[in-house]
């Protein structure tokens, strides 16, 4: 591989190439290593017309090159002329390097797989770079997001103050666009770790949520974000719990006949009631309360039960209390889990009346 020292002024940086920001500190500290020790890795270049050369590879050197002043760059001169191999080479050499941002390793792959003049297929481009697929696509979800989001993407995984790292956007990539780019806002405003962006993301996700109420939360703080979400799952939780009840119950209506025999003080037969009660009552379970084949022992057994768990209703300044700590959301689950609450206690209420009245006919 020859090496060789060609004037600054016959060299041409290549616009079209996948790296395109450099970031001025870094390229200060690079012009000062030159300056001190010299250029230690020739950069790229291939032959265009007029005696002319356009850099493959190796732009921050020359630019830093440049900056000092010096006549000549040391250059490898390469003779490919294949588009498709210089851009991949370019690519790869990128891959190695610091500062190669994820954004401008997503619109290159893009720019291989969709420009007419390359038409790569996301297999063929994992075999030419020895990346994973999953790696290439997930690059390419970063194009889903506006330029104010993209311009605070970087490299690694730390979570920075405006700042964006891939993983921390990747759980927002199939959102609608007017809830993705400004929770990706959030997220960087708030230094957001990537375990609470999944918990959002999976929050806008859900359909039990309005449009009109995902809307008013993206006025919210990161932290506020996940008590929001907390709440919504202990209020979902809450609800889960009377369908896990009710899960072991028979659906069909339970007949019970019973015949029972009063008997009077002198102890003479009064009469025989033949008692016919029709209701959805639950299997008992190995925990309930053992029950005898008598209607009395079995309604007895039920009555006890609810009469125990049934708690105390709030008083007004209990629920106005409740209620002012509650934001918009909350308060119109709290209402629909009202409605849900009276619409069953109706419904017992009107199966306890029927027993009632049986029981009072006697």
């Keep these: 591989m020859d090496i060789h020292n060609i004037s600054?002024?016959?060299i041409d940086e290549?616009?079209?190439q996948p790296r395109y920001q450099f970031d001025e500190e870094a390229l200060q500290e690079l012009m000062k290593s030159i300056g001190e020790i010299g250029l230690l890795s020739p950069i790229k270049v291939r032959t265009t017309a007029n005696n002319r050369y356009k850099i493959i590879y190796g732009n921050r050197r020359y630019k830093a090159t440049k900056m000092l002043g010096l006549p000549t760059i040391s250059c490898i001169v390469s003779t490919v002329t294949d588009e498709m191999e210089i851009y991949l080479e370019q690519i790869?050499?990128?891959?190695?390097r610091e500062g190669f941002s994820p954004i401008e390793e997503a619109e290159a792959f893009h720019k291989l797989m969709h420009d007419a003049k390359f038409s790569s297929s996301i297999k063929y481009l994992s075999g030419k770079l020895g990346k994973p697929e999953t790696y290439i696509k997930n690059k390419c979800e970063l194009l889903k997001f506006g330029n104010s989001v993209k311009k605070l993407i970087v490299g690694g995984t730390e979570i920075r103050k405006d700042k964006l790292t891939e993983d921390q956007l990747?759980?927002?990539k199939d959102l609608?666009?007017?809830h993705r780019d400004p929770l990706a806002l959030i997220m960087a405003r708030d230094e957001m770790p990537v375990s609470d962006v999944k918990k959002i993301a999976k929050m806008f996700k859900d359909k039990d949520i309005s449009d009109r109420i995902k809307g008013q939360l993206l006025y919210k703080s990161g932290p506020e974000l996940i008590e929001t979400w907390s709440t919504f799952q202990n209020n979902r939780a809450e609800r889960a719990k009377p369908i896990a009840a009710k899960a072991p119950a028979k659906a069909e209506k339970i007949k019970v006949d019973v015949q029972e025999v009063e008997v009077s003080a002198q102890g003479k037969e009064v009469n025989k009631v033949e008692l016919s009660v029709e209701a959805k009552l639950p299997v008992p379970q190995a925990t309930d309360t053992i029950v005898t084949a008598a209607a009395g022992s079995l309604l007895q057994a039920r009555l006890q039960q609810l009469l125990?768990?049934?708690?105390?209703p709030p008083t007004s300044s209990e629920l106005q209390q409740?209620?002012?700590g509650m934001n918009e959301q909350q308060r119109e689950q709290f209402s629909q889990d009202v409605s849900t609450l009276v619409e069953q206690l109706e419904k017992?209420?009107?199966a306890w009346r029927t027993v009632q009245s049986l029981a009072v006919s006697r």
């Design 8 to 10: 600054m002024h016959l």
């Design 176 to 178: 609608p666009l007017e």
């Design 322 to 324: 409740e209620q002012d």
């Design 170 to 172: 990747l759980p927002l």
């Design 92 to 96: 790869a050499e990128n891959l190695t």
């Design 308 to 312: 125990q768990t049934i708690p105390d």
């Design 348 to 350: 017992q209420l009107e």
């Design 14 to 16: 290549d616009t079209d």
